[in-house]
Nanobody
Framework: QVQLVESGGGLVQPGGSLRLSCAGP????????VIWYRQAPGNQRELVAQ???????NYADSVKDRFTISRDSAVNTVYLQMSSLKPEDTAVYYC???????WGQGIQVTVSS
């Protein structure tokens, strides 16, 4: 059974930065599109960023120019570098490989002073 494991979340002040990691098995991230989603309390899950197998990236308008998605195939990990964080970025963040319908367990990011 394929598992994705997120890490790197936590509490950060507004304007701060965090880097989320999503680790997976084998060459899964080299072969398939990977998406970061987030879900805040009372809100629907929303796409934050995605990276294809050919490294084409796409971002939600709300995070464009602040977040960067990247992939390190050598360590089977996808990252989400988050900068200039705002309170409205507070949510549980999930990584997903839609082609094989696999989700991580989610990790909390809280932006608060």
């Amino acid at each position: 059974q394929v598992q994705l494991v997120e890490s790197g979340g936590g509490l950060v002040q507004p304007g701060g930065s965090l880097r989320l990691s999503c680790a997976g098995p084998g060459d899964i991230f080299s072969r398939y599109t990977v998406i970061w989603y987030r879900q805040a309390p009372g809100n629907q899950r929303e796409l934050v960023a995605q990276i294809t197998s050919t490294s084409v990236t796409n971002y939600a308008d709300s995070v464009k120019d602040r977040f960067t998605i990247s992939r390190d195939s050598a360590v089977n990990t996808v990252y989400l570098q988050m900068s200039s964080l705002k309170p409205e970025d507070t949510a549980v963040y999930y990584c997903n490989v839609p082609y094989i319908a696999v989700w991580g367990q989610g990790i909390q990011v809280t932006v608060s002073s």
